[in-house]
């Protein structure tokens, strides 16, 4: 508890708060950046919210999401920065510059990422958190601040959309007992679920249906990854971010330890993102930390430079690594 006393301390000690998350948001860094802001603003704070990339439009109904904004200003008058959700300051994109070059401003750092490199000069760091959102629902609570309804569902969200509606083996009893407070401000889970998983366009439908047509496995049967490409995208019409748990179709084959989803970065030429996933006992952070990425050891997530195949080729080629490893007991 020592480290959320510091960050409490922190915050007291400044009056003008930056907040933002890693590139690619979504739910969790989106609902935890929204709440934190409630939070700052609740005790007497002035508190803006700045990303690098674009609120995907499946979040957009989140109360005050229209509120985030992607123009940095190299001037921007600001004390500190929250950084939420992410395990390295080179994850939040373009902010991380405007970070670094104001070296005097103070730089809060909360994560649940076991990869988390403690880059702040307060760092609050809790693996066995489910979620940001969990982190930060505890700052309301060590703080004595009320939860409102749009901060409840904010939260919500977040650890929702974190554990894989509670699928996922980062879920605890804790996490239940939180997401059970917070539907009791109101909040309708089959209207929150119906508003994150099924309000896709067709163009979202056939994206996944190209995406799934492209699923591979290697000669054992145990990896399996997908691609998309920008031509895919154009093809269907579709958002990039929609592709948020394609990954998982790959992951649920059975017999599969480890799946790959690379994605062609839209706005970057010669950059594949990659979503990890595994289960069993491989831990894919290991392998996107080697790619300069990280996360958790069953989900995790990097950007490469490089083409399609020679991405795909890389890192397929770490995963047998450790898969070799793990068979010879290395």
């Known amino acids: 508890m020592n480290e959320i006393k510091e960050v409490i301390g922190a915050i007291n000690r400044c009056r003008r708060f930056l907040i933002t998350a890693h590139i690619n948001l979504e739910g969790d860094s989106i609902g ?3 709440a934190i802001r409630e939070l700052l603003n609740a005790m007497g704070k002035t508190a803006f919210i700045i990303d690098s ?5 499946h979040y957009k109904f989140l109360p005050k999401a229209n509120e985030i904004s ?4 190299k001037k921007m008058d600001y004390d500190a920065a929250v950084v939420v ?4 300051l080179k994850r939040t994109g373009k902010v991380a510059e405007l970070i670094s070059k104001n070296k005097n401003k103070v730089v809060i750092n909360i994560d649940h990422h076991v990869s988390n490199e403690r880059f702040g000069d ?3 760091v809790d693996p066995n958190a489910s979620s940001a959102g969990e982190l930060v629902f505890k700052l309301f609570k060590e703080t004595g601040k009320r939860l409102t309804k749009e901060t409840a569902l904010n939260l919500y969200i977040a650890i929702l959309t974190d554990t894989g509606s509670f699928n996922y083996d980062n879920t605890s009893s804790l996490t239940h007992e939180i997401a059970g407070e917070l539907l009791g401000y109101g909040l309708e889970p089959a209207a929150v679920s119906e508003s994150v998983y099924e309000r896709r366009s067709i163009g979202d439908i056939k994206l996944l249906g190209l995406v799934l047509s492209t699923i ?7 990896v399996a990854y997908l691609e998309l490409t920008n031509d895919v995208l154009k093809k269907t019409g579709a958002d990039a971010a929609k592709s948020e748990g394609f990954v998982n179709y790959a992951r649920s084959i059975d017999k599969v330890k480890v799946a790959v989803l690379f ?3 839209p706005k970057e030429g010669g ?3 990659v979503s990890l996933r595994s289960k069993g006992s491989v831990d894919v952070n290991r392998i996107a930390s080697s790619f300069g990425g990280g996360g958790h050891a069953r989900a995790s997530g990097c950007v490469v430079e490089g083409t399609l195949v020679e991405v795909e080729k890389s890192v397929l080629s770490k995963i047998e690594e450790r898969l070799r490893g793990r068979h010879t007991g290395r």
């Not at 990339?53 to 439009?57: M, R």
């Not at 992607?70 to 200003?73: C, L, R």
């Open 32 to 34: 935890s950046q929204l």
């Open 53 to 57: 990339d674009p609120v995907p439009a």
């Open 70 to 73: 992607n123009k940095i200003d």
């Open 85 to 88: 959700d992410c395990p390295t």
């Open 122 to 124: 307060v760092n609050w």
């Open 216 to 222: 591979k496995l290697n000669n054992r049967g145990d």
């Open 263 to 265: 994605r062609e970065e």
């Open 271 to 273: 950059r594949i993102h």
